[in-house]
C-alpha cells in the first residue's frame, strides 16, 4: 500500500514550528499551545482513526512516517502525536453506536490510553464500574476519551472506553526525558462505563472493525518516533561536524551511527509494509515483529549514543539539542513493547518443537 505523502508533507511543514519551540517544551513540561493546537487542526492526533469516524484513516506506513518526521522537530509532539493516533485506532474497534458517542460531535476529539491493567472493573448491570490508578498516561492533557485496561472479577480482563473528565488526571510525571509528554496519572473511583463501550482484552489483537491489528502495528509505530530521534541526532552531528576539521575517528564515529540508523529504518519499514500489507499476523508473525522492533529500537539507541560521542566534551551541556534528544530517546527506551528480554520470552519458545502431554516432540 503507498505511504500517503500529503500527510508526511504536512508533518514536514510542522518541523520547523516544533524545532522552534522544543527547548521551550522541555523546559515547562508542557507542549506550547502553538504546537498542540498546530497537531490536531491538521488532523494528526486522529491519524489512524477511520475515516469513517471522522478520523484520516492512514495506513500503518503512512502513520510511521508521519510520526518518524514530525520527531526531526520535538520528540515528545512525535510521542504524544503517535500516542493519541494509535489509541484512537484501539478505540475504533468499538461498535458504531460508541464509537458516535465518541467522535460523532467532535471528529477531532483525541484518545488516549494505558494497557497495564493497573484498575479493576466490577460488574454490573448494564456494564461495569472501573476503579485504579494508571500511570503514566502519555498525551493525556491533549485527550478527551481514554482507553483503559482494567482486571475484570471472575473473567477476562476489558479495555474501557470512557470520557477523561469522568477521572481525575494528577500531574505527576517529572522525568529527564519527554518531559512535554505530560503522561501523568489518570485516577478513576467506581465510573461506571456502559457494556457498549467495554472491549474485549482480545482487541489489542483483532484490532479495528477493518481487521487492523493493534498491538502488532503499535510495536512498529512505537519505534517511528526513536527513528526520527536517531535521524535528528545523526543530522545535528553532521551539521556540527562540518563546521570543524574533525579527526578520523570523530569521521568513523559519525558513520557508525549513519549505518545504524540506516539499518534500523530498512527494517522498520519493511515491517510497516508487511503489516499494512497482511493485516492479520498468527501469533508466531507478532512475537518475530517484537522482537525485531526491540533489535532495531537497540540499535537506535547505540546511534544516539554515537552522535552524542562526536561531541566530545562538548556533548553533554544543555545547550546541545542532541543530549536533549539522547535524553528524550532514554525515556522512551524504557517502554515495555521495546523490551528485549519481553520480545525474547515471547519469540524464544517458539522456536521449539511442539512437545505432547507425554513431553516428547
Given amino acids: 500500500m503507498p505511504i500517503e505523502q500529503s500527510f508526511v508533507e504536512v508533518a514536514e511543514g510542522l518541523v520547523p514550528l516544533l524545532r522552534e ?108 464500574t472501573v476503579t485504579g490508578r494508571w500511570t503514566p498516561v502519555s498525551g493525556v492533557r491533549h485527550a ?49 462505563v456502559p457494556a457498549s463501550r467495554v472491549l474485549p482484552i482480545t482487541a489489542l489483537e483483532t484490532g479495528s472493525p477493518g481487521g487492523r491489528p493493534f498491538l502488532p502495528a503499535a510495536h512498529v509505530v512505537l519505534s517511528a518516533p526513536l527513528l526520527g530521534m536517531a535521524e535528528a541526532a545523526l543530522e545535528h552531528t553532521t551539521t556540527w561536524l562540518a563546521q570543524r576539521q574533525p579527526p578520523a575517528e570523530s569521521v568513523r564515529t559519525l558513520a557508525r551511527a549513519a549505518g545504524a540508523v540506516e539499518s534500523a529504518g530498512v527494517l522498520l519499514r519493511a515491517l510497516a509494509g508487511e503489516l499494512d500489507r497482511a493485516p492479520g499476523p498468527d501469533a508466531a508473525a507478532r512475537a518475530r515483529v517484537r522482537l525485531l522492533v526491540a533489535r532495531a529500537a537497540a540499535e537506535l539507541r547505540e546511534a544516539v549514543s554515537l552522535s552524542l560521542a562526536v561531541f566530545g566534551s562538548q556533548g553533554p551541556v544543555r545547550q546541545n539539542p542532541v543530549e536533549r534528544i539522547r535524553r528524550d530517546f532514554e525515556t522512551a527506551f524504557t517502554h515495555i513493547l521495546l523490551s528485549m528480554d519481553k520480545a525474547l520470552d515471547e519469540y524464544g519458545p517458539l522456536l521449539l518443537p511442539a512437545r505432547d502431554s507425554s513431553g516428547t516432540s
Fill in 144 to 192: 478527551r476519551w481514554l482507553v483503559l485496561a482494567a482486571r475484570r472479577d471472575g473473567t477476562a480482563p476489558v479495555l474501557a472506553v470512557l470520557p477523561i473528565k469522568e477521572g481525575t488526571v494528577e500531574r505527576t510525571w517529572d522525568t529527564i526525558g519527554l518531559r512535554a509528554t505530560r503522561s501523568d496519572t489518570v485516577v478513576l473511583h467506581d465510573v461506571f
Fill in 21 to 128: 519551540h522544543a527547548v521551550e517544551a522541555d523546559r515547562t513540561g508542557d507542549l506550547p499551545d502553538v504546537v498542540a493546537d498546530a497537531i490536531r487542526a491538521r488532523g494528526l492526533t486522529n491519524l489512524e482513526v477511520p475515516a469513517s469516524d471522522g478520523g484520516r484513516g492512514a495506513d500503518i506506513a503512512t502513520a510511521f512516517e508521519v510520526h518518524r518526521t514530525l520527531a526531526h522537530g520535538c520528540s515528545s509532539t512525535a510521542w504524544v502525536t503517535m500516542i493519541l493516533s494509535g489509541s484512537g485506532l484501539l478505540a475504533s474497534a468499538l461498535p458504531g453506536e460508541a464509537r458516535r458517542e465518541v467522535w460523532g460531535s467532535e471528529p477531532d476529539a483525541a484518545v488516549a490510553s494505558s494497557l497495564p491493567q493497573c484498575g479493576t472493573a466490577g460488574n454490573v448491570e448494564g456494564g461495569i
